[in-house]
């Protein structure tokens, strides 16, 4: 009796995991999206997933029943533990925002294999290769290097007027940490500008926290003090477009526009539009399609967007300058990261012809793929979170936070 | 407040006098009354903050529905509220015998985050390399040193030197934050410094993840209760917290039972801190102990420092956040709502304990009274 019980169980459970394995269609009505937030509305970084989220519903007409969305769950154990609490509520697709998150997602992705589990900015999906866990970014990396085009744009114009405070133009950069995600962003904000401006260096400051207004402010009044002729950051308040502002500096800044704050300082702009990717999964789950390990967004699906720029501060022809670089970028004659192009990325003097980068996240965080080829840095190419981290000439770092 | 009572002094339009005959029973209908009312100020607060309940009034129903389904809805998170409750308990009662000494330990957070650094710290260096049978226990020894070493520290200097205890164990919640972010920066040399869950060192799951640490919550409680009341220790604790001078005259060692007592709440704390470490999260954050270390100081107090009271005020704060945890989701409204809602909660059941133990005397009734 035994047996034939176990036997029955053991049958039951195949058929049952047979059934999640062969995807299938989901009615527009039987979606249902849970959103796991590591902060809330009061944080940039959180408010640009609420608005991708809230922008995703309106586009696919879903019900406000049809999605949840969880505010202040730490990188710790609740973060399984709200993401199972999901699973109860009918979700099918769980989304969590926060790099730390990760592990705890994954664990629970493992549990519910008939649920797909949706991580941004992480790095582990496609070497745990599980067909319900999922990384996605965005190769914000070129939305960066347009907003450096609209600064050495700035800063040509600034020469020009002869109101440099130095010899040569100097901008200055608040980063969050030393960490590739920041590295890569900055690298590509140097070199759009310096694609323009030559002759471009740059100082970088790091805050050691993602959100600090007062430590974000003290680093950009820091950086203009030392004779900055703009500014930028990858920070996610108000601190550094606020210093810009008082001490009339031209400012590029990210994750929005900060034009109302900022009127005569704000140029331009980059960020993330989330939108696309919570589309991209709902449209796939209706299709019974399934949803790619790790998604990179990019210019072409809309998930690297530039705000307009203000012509106000901006140099005249900015926002024609950067259509054309697009252009360059869609046409695949331009790249970031170009390695080839003489005197543009060297690091020691010397160009940079090969670079082992960290893809494959493992306990001791040891670089195991090649990344330069074909003349460029394949930046969110084998994975989608940047791995780019490669120190080059031109941008001095003034201190290291981890 | 040997106020003057003669008439021509001007008297104040209320003051206040200590009650002393105040029966349980009315203390209770006291609070239940506070509760209500509570909940009823939180109604009104949600009406002015929350749109979707404006436009649609009826929806109230679900507001306080809410509070009962953050934390009874499924049994998934009524165990998750027992398993808070127990984490949050622990630490309270960690922080009990030294306030019942009156030593003011608010360094619950920094004890209980050094006891979460203690067992990860093992973890890393030894999971995997040794059994779970082994390693486990080492976690657990090396949270409670850990936890222990972070208590005694700043005793040793209230007993040598007389320090400001109060200033001190809060400084020392800092100093252990950049204890945890150091060793961050040296375990994950990537630069998020964000840890991935470890593969080995968790607590063994028996029924749930979640029952043995019920368990244990449900033993120190009992275990500290009896320490507390009926042991030499627990007495020569009361005698310290009651006067120092009559501990010196009945001939008990004040510093050792300053440096005894401080040492069995980090202790404790790092107790808990392996809870968490390994029983939970098997990584460690800045954020692991998220505030509770502070949070529990009020669940001691609002307990009376005494334990088994200390199990209803730890379950009070955590079906209180659940609730207003639900109520964020049910009606998306920003994460600040939830604090309003705890905060508006806490004020009416810490405010009555005021009403219970004083009497408030008004002028009129005060000048009735010295005509009589």
Redesign the interface.
Known sequence: MKKIAAALLALVLCLGCLTSLAAEPVAKENIKLGVILLHDEFSTYDLNFINGVNEAKEALGLSDEQVVIIRNIPESNECYETALDLVDEGCNIIFADSFGHESFLLQAAKEHPEVEFAHATGTTAHTENLPNFHNAFASIYEGRYLAGVAAGMKLNEIKEAGKLKGETPLMGYVGAFTYAEVMSGYTSFYLGAKSVCPDVQMKVQFTGSWYDEKEEKAAAEALIALGCDLISQHADSMGAPTACENAGIPNVSYNGSTLESCPNTFIVSSRINWAPYFEYMINQKMAGEAIDIDWTGTIATGSVVLTDVNEQAAAAGTAEAIEAVKAEFAAGTRHVFDTAAENFITVGGAPLTSYMADVDTDAAFTPDTEAVADGYFHESEYRSAPYFDVRIDGIELLNQMF | MTANHTPQVREPLVHLSRRTEFSPLRAWGVRLAALVLGLIVCGLAAFLLIEKLQQNPGRIGDFYYAFIKGSFG?S??LW?MLKNLSILLCIALALTPAFRMRFWNTGAEGQTLMGVLGAIAVDFYFGGKWPEALLIPVMLLAAIIFGGVWGLIPALFKARFNTNETLFTLMMNYVATFVVSYF??IW???????L??LKYGKLPSVVNDYFLIILIALLLTIGLYIYLNYSKHGYEISVVGESVRTAQYVGISVPKVILRTMLLSGMLCGLTGFLIGSG??Q?I?T??V?GQGFTAIMVAWMGNFNPLMMILTSGLIQILNQGA?QI??DF?V???L?DVIVGIMLFFVIGCEFFINYQLHFRRAQSKEAVR
């Open positions: 499924t998934r998170k998750k961050l920066v994950v040399p990537s630069g998020s410094s964000s991935a869950k939970l999260d990584t954050t954020e692991s998220g945890a964020s989701q998306n920003s994460g600040a939830p």
